[in-house]
């Protein structure tokens, strides 16, 4: 069966723990971020948090693209 680049990641997250981790976590911070947006004020410190926050995100939606470019390579073959 043929998966369109869409299908890619629900598939995915139904097979692959690795990505359904990434995902997760990826959701974690995403929330963490919402909650720390949300403030009135931000702190140097909330600043920085919110910082590091966007690159962990960024790294874990990397990786899960990694995941999704190999399984559309698989699909190819």
């Known amino acids: ?3 369109t680049s869409r299908d890619i990641p629900g598939e995915l997250m139904s097979s692959n723990e690795e990505f359904r ?4 976590e990826h959701s974690k911070y995403e929330e ?3 909650q720390l947006t949300r403030q009135p004020y931000l702190s140097s410190e909330d600043l920085l948090l919110e910082a590091q926050l966007k690159k962990l995100k960024l790294r874990l939606k ?10 559309r390579r698989e699909q190819l073959r």
């Open 1 to 3: 069966m043929t998966l």
């Open 62 to 71: 990397d990786q899960m693209q990694q995941l999704v470019a190999r399984r």
């Open 21 to 24: 981790n990434l995902a997760q």
């Open 32 to 34: 963490q971020l919402h």
